[in-house]
């Protein structure tokens, strides 16, 4: 039986790959399947049981029944989890790329940072890819961008849909309570809250109900997820400060956090099959996703 040359590559981390020979399909052979071959040397080869997905670069899966192109040759396994390798590439047809601006005057931003946020320009329907002061590089895509485009990408999206900082005020600030001393006392930042989360849900006209909302609600998040207690030192834009309601007297609650698990439930959802789908308006699922993002 004659064999092709495949290189594999572990997904998860894809400093590791190997090189197999894969026998191809003799006439006839109904129950063949590249899938499956390619699977049992990556098992073996990464002693790892539990891969069972392959994918091709760029996000889409490989299917039972699936026969490789010849110009294919690498793939990469998964114990299940979504694609984390390059985006299927979806440059313009003609040619054009999205305007590319960097808001980073002071902060250090890395060079590996503006090559994804260039590749963002690249992809069909973006007209401007900006990056922020915080832009730095993620596995697929920069972390720390606002894009224009005709449509939607929900891996650019990404996981924690909502992610961002709010400010709310608490009131004036005591004379005997500093921020530290109140800081002090906020504990259990990581646990569930323990509250009516079904009347909290309905207070602010939330109807949909998910299996995240009792675990999730009340919880900040890892990573550069934070709760902090602030005072105001100085005003150095009064008018602004006096538009938004800042005072120099008061305290105030920053909050860094984003939409959990759910977030990352929907992204799964919609990767499934293409690493980095573009979702126009014309799109049957354009409405859908646009439903559950405002939701998360």
């Not at 990464?46 to 490989?62: A, I, P, T």
């Not at 004379?175 to 909290?200: C, F, N, Q």
């Amino acid at each position: 039986m004659p064999n092709r040359r495949i290189t594999i590559v572990l997904n998860a981390n894809q400093t590791k790959r190997i090189t197999v020979l894969i026998p191809l399909p003799s006439a006839g052979d109904a129950s063949y399947s590249m899938k499956e071959h390619i699977l049992t040397h990556a098992r073996n080869k990464f002693h790892n049981k539990y891969l069972c997905k392959v994918f091709l670069w760029g996000g889409e899966e490989v299917l039972d029944d699936d026969i490789l192109s010849e110009k294919e040759e690498e793939v990469l396994v998964s114990k299940g989890e979504a694609y984390i390798g390059p985006p299927k590439t979806r440059t313009r047809q003609n040619g054009v790329t999205g305007q590319v601006t960097v808001l980073a005057n002071e902060s250090f931003v890395h060079e590996d940072a503006i090559k994804q946020l260039n590749a963002v320009a690249e992809l069909e329907g973006v007209h401007a890819a900006v990056g922020m002061p915080d832009l730095h590089k993620g596995d697929r895509f920069p972390i720390g961008c606002a894009i224009v485009a005709d449509g939607i990408y929900p891996a650019l999206i990404g996981s924690d849909i909502g992610c961002g900082i709010s400010l709310y005020p608490l009131g004036p600030k005591p004379s005997h309570l500093t921020p530290e001393k109140l800081a002090s006392r906020l504990k259990r930042l990581d646990e569930p809250w323990d509250g009516d989360v079904k009347a909290w849900l309905k207070l602010y006209d939330i109807e949909s109900e998910t299996e995240f909302d009792a675990s999730s609600l009340g919880t900040v998040g890892a990573g550069n997820h934070f709760a902090e207690v602030l005072s105001v030192e100085t005003i150095v834009d009064a008018e602004a400060c006096e538009s938004l309601g800042i005072e120099e007297d008061n305290l105030y609650l920053l909050v860094h956090t984003g939409s959990r698990g759910l977030g990352a439930s929907i992204l799964r959802h919609y990767t499934r099959s293409d690493g980095n789908p573009y979702i126009t308006s014309t799109h049957p699922e354009y409405r859908n996703y646009l439903d559950k993002h405002d939701h998360a």
